[in-house]
């Protein structure tokens, strides 16, 4: 059985940091590229950012593009998603998500996904 696990959403201060991390089990992980995904309230889930296999590569939306940084550490089978210079707008429900083989930037596209972790950025 495939489980992960995200941890560190909690309420911030506009311009803050937070650090995101999702541990996996249950599957190989290096064999994933590992995304994460957002959802506000009342919105479709929407794509974050991704990183390839091995990290080589990364891929962001362009809303978050420059002050989020996805990372991956294959030894601990964890995935992290650093977030500096936070927004109001950045308030949603984080999801880490694995997919096989591929990047991708469409929540369809994964295989797996956590329960998620609320991040709340207040102005």
């Known amino acids: 059985q495939v489980q992960l696990v995200e941890s560190g959403g909690e309420l911030v201060q506009a311009g803050g940091s937070l650090r995101l991390a999702c541990a996996a089990s249950g599957l190989t992980f290096s064999s994933y590229a590992m995304g994460w995904f957002r959802r506000a309230p009342g919105k479709e889930r929407e794509f974050v950012a991704v990183i390839s296999r091995y990290g080589g590569s990364t891929n962001y939306a362009d809303s978050v593009k420059g002050r989020f940084t996805i990372s991956r550490d294959n030894a601990k089978n964890m995935v992290y998603l650093q977030m500096n210079s936070l927004k109001p707008e950045d308030t949603a429900v984080y999801y880490c998500?694995?997919?096989?083989?591929?990047?991708?930037?469409?929540?369809?596209?994964?295989?797996?996904w956590g329960q998620g972790t609320q991040v709340t950025v207040s102005s």
């Open positions: 998500a694995a997919n096989y083989l591929a990047l991708a930037r469409e929540p369809r596209e994964y295989d797996y």
